[in-house]
């Protein structure tokens, strides 16, 4: 995989797709800043360690969930070596088990693919169907990343702008506190 040598500050000067550029001018609008290291699509969470030794901050899991019904939404943000098991979740949030959401949805709500969603594209949820949900040993990082639309570049912000977008698209997250093993 194919990872620029070089860090950036701000958006890239090529034209990017039309979510891209949104979220690029959406985080010039609250004046966010970041960091930006470019790189080939990164399909596994084994491809995010390498960009992660690049970044300087944990890449964190970004995952894109939905009832049986498909009826209620949720993206989840938790630390990427953590594994991950529905029924906590579920059992916090109070719903039925979970399960990944389909492409259909991820497209039509975040405007984004698998592999590629994250907190950044709640900006294209504006009729606030999808629920930003929180594991909370993910707040004890002073820096999250995420991806601005594709993952083919991917982005280090603070906690803090990290809220402060998602905020300012109306998603205010639920904060959970899933175990790392069976309890």
């Known amino acids: 995989m194919y ?7 701000g958006r890239p000067g090529d ?7 949104a979220i690029y001018d959406k985080l ?5 800043p970041y960091i930006r290291v470019d790189h080939d699509h990164a399909d596994t969470m ?3 360690l390498l960009i992660e030794d690049k970044l300087g901050a944990a890449i964190c899991k970004n995952l894109f969930l939905c009832n049986r019904q498909q009826t209620q939404f949720y993206l989840l943000l938790m630390r990427g070596d953590k ?10 949030l109070g719903c039925a088990r979970l399960s990944f959401a389909d492409e259909g949805h991820m497209a039509h709500l975040l405007h ?16 606030h169907q999808v629920q930003l949900v929180i594991d ?19 982005l280090r912000l603070t906690r803090a702008d990290l809220l402060n977008f998602t905020a300012s698209t ?5 904060i959970v506190d899933l175990p790392v093993e069976d309890a």
């Not at 990872?3 to 500050?9: E, F, G, L, V």
């Not at 991950?84 to 979740?89: Q, R, S």
């Not at 909370?136 to 991917?154: M, N, Q, V, Y």
């Open 170 to 174: 109306g998603h205010e997250p639920i």
């Open 136 to 154: 909370k040993p993910l707040l004890e990082d002073e820096f999250i990343s995420a991806h601005p639309g594709l993952s083919r570049s991917t």
């Open 3 to 9: 990872i620029d040598p070089n860090i950036y500050t």
């Open 83 to 92: 594994p991950f098991k529905t029924k906590f979740l579920s059992a916090q």
């Open 46 to 48: 084994e491809d995010c």
């Open 112 to 127: 984004t693919v698998p592999g590629s969603v994250s907190a950044l594209e709640l900006l294209f949820d504006t009729e």
């Open 15 to 21: 034209t990017r797709t039309p979510a891209e550029e």
């Open 28 to 32: 010039d609008e609250l004046s966010t």
